[in-house]
């Protein structure tokens, strides 16, 4: 008693408002230190549109966990339950029953609950939903490739290799030689290019040939004329030398 008769103690006035002081001079100079830049986050890709609503697949497998938990809860029948506790079932029926009853509800909730988490956390019926439209895809192409017959298609593991490699290749292929084409392409024109380069040149040279030709006729000609007049230029010069000897 003499523990609950000691007076509690007081709080000092001064102490707290020191302590409210350095609390507001904290929170002042936290407020005046610059604060770091943050930096942009860039923006998320985007995700592949996939309905949400579930497919057959996705239907198929809600379907197989309710089959799978109504056959395990099964097990929880009254017999059975009656069967562990056979002194409760013969004196309180009702007791056990109602036990029995609420535990097997509970459990009921309790898997539906985790199993709806794990399609959430797991995205489930988007992904089963996305395999529904790649198998419709599949089908699509194997239609417009004339797959459709009544023979089955021979299985990936069954093909020899040389058609393997030849798959793995192909697009590889397909590429070079698109860049090959377009080089030769390139080539082709370039040489074209340079074909009519070479014959407007070659008329050009035979255009000067046949000038130079017909210079060279009229040098012939002159020359042919100048060896007449030339003879008599002589004769006179000879003469006129031979009259001014006599003199």
């Known amino acids: ?7 509690m103690p007081q709080p000092n006035p001064g102490t707290e408002s020191q302590n409210e002081q350095a609390a507001v001079g904290q929170e002042s100079s936290a407020s005046s230190q610059p604060q770091p830049a ?9 995700t592949r549109h996939t309905a949400l609503t579930p497919g057959p697949r996705a239907s198929r497998f809600q379907t197989t966990l309710d089959s799978a938990l109504s056959h395990t809860l099964a097990k929880i029948s009254w017999d059975n339950f009656a069967a562990c506790y056979p002194h ?13 009853t609420q535990m097997v509800d509970r459990l009921r909730a309790l898997c539906k609950k985790e199993f709806d988490s794990i399609q959430q956390s797991r995205n489930v019926v988007a992904k089963l939903n996305e395999l529904e439209s790649l198998v ?6 194997r239609k417009e490739a004339g ?8 299985p990936p593991h069954m093909l020899p290799p040389d058609e393997v490699l030849d ?15 377009a080089k030769l392409q390139t080539t082709q024109a370039h040489n ?17 040939v046949s000038l130079l030709e017909k210079v060279l006729e009229d040098v012939d000609n002159t020359n042919h004329m100048m060896d007449d007049v030339v003879d008599d230029v002589a004769r006179e010069t000879r003469t006129i030398e031979v009259e001014m000897a006599d003199l």
Request: glycine share 4%; net charge negative; proline share 12%.
């Open 38 to 46: 943050e930096t942009p986050a860039s923006p998320p890709l985007p």
């Open 167 to 181: 798959a793995h290749l192909a697009p590889h292929l397909a590429q070079q030689q698109s860049q090959l084409n």
């Open 136 to 141: 419709s895809e599949a089908e699509r192409r």
């Open 88 to 100: 409760i079932a013969a004196h309180a029926p009702a007791t056990l029953r109602a036990v029995q």
């Open 147 to 154: 797959g459709g017959g009544d023979e089955p298609p021979v």
């Open 192 to 208: 074209a290019k340079l074909f009519e380069d070479i014959k407007r040149q070659r008329s050009e040279i035979e255009s000067l």
């Open 1 to 7: 008693m003499a523990s609950e008769s000691q007076p």
